[in-house]
Each structure stands twice: as structure tokens, then as C-alpha cells.
């Protein structure tokens, strides 16, 4: 095997746990927010039904103010109308009387409406109140969840990086560079191993050759597949380390 390729396995196995870390801890600030994002979104309709039950108060007044009005103006006719000398003037009260007590009826039904309507926003208020309360209450345990995870999240991360630190020093300067370039341009596997005569992550059949020449422990060279260019292995070649490798980077199969 060549020096330095049962290193650089590790390696990969460790980068490829790093990737899977770094994309948790990037998924954290989006689901912090999306828990504060539901709680602003009760508070929001909370302060719109409040806003509709101060609406609702303020148009009662108006009706109920707008009821005395009419209902004085039309007293205020009945007491002319006694003291009116002739039939025309009599009859010209008694209509604005009419007119007057029209305008009560109408001022008195937009109250009761209003009274009613006054009634559902206060009910609103009330559950939207409730389930604020209950919103925050999830929220603040769900951050804690959160912060809870993101810090074991971070935890692992930081060993990972001490394990890849200690796997990247067993690897040549010169193959370290060129996985480097490899996994840059290939999502971040440099390495395939060779599995069933074929390239695990593309699929490209393998030279027989090549195979032979990958299953040999004395062997000094590095081989490439002929498609996707990673460095190739053999996991029985390269031990226990390549199996785990193998499993974190799982064959597709599909790649061009």
C-alpha cells in the first residue's frame, strides 16, 4: 500500500464527519428563528385583536352617543309639538318626531352590533392571550433544546478536528495536496474505494490491473479512477480504517 494512503482514510472518514457537523451547526440560527417566528406570529394576532376590540370600544361610544343624540332631538320635537298653534306646524313636528326615532332605531342597532362584535374580540384577545402564553413557554424550551444540542454539536466538532489533525499528520505533504484537490472538486471525497472491480463512488469499471495492483500490500504506487480521478483503495488493504471510511462515504453509483 502506498505510505501514507491508511492515514489519509482516516482522514477522509474524519472530513466527511465534518461536513455532517459543520451543515448541523449551520442549520441552528434557521431553527432558533423559526421558533421566535412563531411566536410573533400569535403576538401578531394578538395585537391585531386587541386593535379590533379598541376599534370596536371606540365606534360603541360613537353609537351609544350617537343614539342620546337622537333620541334628545326627538324629545325635543314632543316638547315643541305642545305648544305649536296650527295643524301644519303640528304635522311638520310629528314627522321629524317620526324621522328622529327612525334614526334611534338604526343608532340602536349598529350599538347592538357593535356590542356583539365587542364580545368575539374580547374572546379573541382572551385566546390569543392563552396561546401566546403557551407559544412562549414551548419556544423557550425548545431553545434550550437547541442550545443544548448546538453545544454537543460543537463539542464533537472540536474533537473531530483533533482527530483529523492527528490522521492528516501520517499523510505525505505531496498525497495531502492532491486529496486536497480531488475532494475540492468532488464534494468533499477525495477518496473511492474500489469495490466489486468498479469505482464505489462513480461507478466507472476498474482496470484488472489496477485491482491487483491495490490488493498488493508492498505496493508504492497511488491510482486514480479513470473517470472521477479519486484516489482509489481497497478496504482489506488498508484495514479497518477504509471500512469506516467506506461507510461514511456510501457508494452512489451515479456520479458522472
Given at each position: 500500500?502506498?505510505?501514507?494512503?491508511k492515514?489519509?482514510?482516516?482522514?477522509?472518514?474524519v472530513?466527511?464527519r465534518?461536513?455532517?457537523?459543520?451543515?448541523?451547526?449551520?442549520?441552528f440560527?434557521?431553527?432558533?428563528?423559526?421558533?421566535?417566528?412563531?411566536?410573533?406570529?400569535?403576538?401578531g394576532?394578538l395585537?391585531a385583536?386587541?386593535?379590533?376590540l379598541?376599534?370596536?370600544?371606540?365606534?360603541?361610544?360613537?353609537?351609544?352617543?350617537?343614539?342620546?343624540?337622537w333620541?334628545?332631538?326627538?324629545r325635543?320635537y314632543?316638547?315643541?309639538?305642545?305648544?305649536v298653534k296650527?295643524?301644519?306646524?303640528?304635522?311638520?313636528?310629528?314627522h321629524e318626531?317620526?324621522?328622529?326615532?327612525a334614526?334611534v332605531?338604526?343608532?340602536?342597532?349598529?350599538l347592538?352590533?357593535?356590542?356583539?362584535a365587542g364580545?368575539?374580540?374580547?374572546?379573541?384577545?382572551?385566546t390569543?392571550?392563552?396561546a401566546?402564553?403557551e407559544?412562549e413557554?414551548?419556544?423557550?424550551a425548545?431553545?434550550r433544546?437547541?442550545?443544548?444540542?448546538?453545544?454537543?454539536?460543537q463539542?464533537?466538532?472540536?474533537?473531530?478536528?483533533?482527530?483529523?489533525?492527528?490522521?492528516a499528520?501520517?499523510v505525505?505533504?505531496e498525497?495531502?495536496?492532491?486529496?486536497?484537490?480531488?475532494?475540492?472538486?468532488?464534494?468533499g471525497?477525495?477518496l473511492?474505494?474500489?469495490?466489486?472491480?468498479?469505482?464505489?463512488?462513480?461507478?466507472v469499471?476498474?482496470?484488472?490491473?489496477?485491482?491487483q495492483?491495490?490488493?498488493?500490500?508492498?505496493?508504492?504506487?497511488?491510482f486514480?479512477?479513470?473517470?472521477?480521478t479519486?484516489?482509489?483503495?481497497?478496504?482489506?488493504?488498508s484495514?479497518?480504517?477504509?471500512?469506516?471510511?467506506?461507510?461514511?462515504?456510501?457508494?452512489?453509483?451515479?456520479?458522472?
Open positions: 500500500m502506498a505510505p501514507g494512503l492515514h489519509l482514510v482516516q482522514l477522509q472518514a472530513d466527511l465534518l461536513i455532517a457537523l459543520r451543515d448541523r451547526l449551520s442549520l440560527p434557521a431553527r432558533i428563528a423559526e421558533a421566535s417566528a412563531r411566536v410573533e406570529t400569535i403576538r394576532q395585537a385583536a386587541r386593535e379590533a379598541v376599534g370596536s370600544l371606540k365606534d360603541r361610544k360613537k353609537y351609544e352617543l350617537d343614539v342620546e343624540q333620541k334628545e332631538r326627538a325635543k314632543k316638547d315643541q309639538s305642545y305648544e296650527t295643524n301644519e306646524a303640528y304635522r311638520a313636528l310629528q318626531i317620526q324621522n328622529a326615532q334614526e332605531d338604526k343608532a340602536e342597532d349598529r347592538l352590533e357593535r356590542m356583539v364580545e368575539e374580540y374580547e374572546r379573541q384577545v382572551k390569543a392571550e392563552r401566546l402564553a407559544a413557554t414551548a419556544a423557550g425548545e431553545r433544546e437547541i442550545a443544548a444540542d448546538q453545544a454537543a454539536t463539542e464533537e466538532l472540536g474533537a473531530a478536528e483533533t482527530e483529523r489533525a492527528e490522521a499528520a501520517g505525505p505533504e498525497l495531502l495536496e492532491l486529496y486536497y484537490r480531488i475532494a475540492k472538486r468532488r464534494n471525497i477525495g473511492a474505494e474500489a469495490r466489486n472491480q468498479s469505482c464505489a463512488q462513480c461507478g469499471m476498474i482496470r484488472p490491473h489496477v485491482i495492483e491495490l490488493a498488493r500490500q508492498e505496493s508504492q504506487d497511488i486514480h479512477c479513470e473517470a472521477c479519486r484516489i482509489l483503495y481497497l478496504p482489506h488493504a484495514g479497518g480504517a477504509a471500512s469506516a471510511a467506506a461507510g461514511s462515504a456510501p457508494a452512489t453509483g451515479q456520479e458522472a
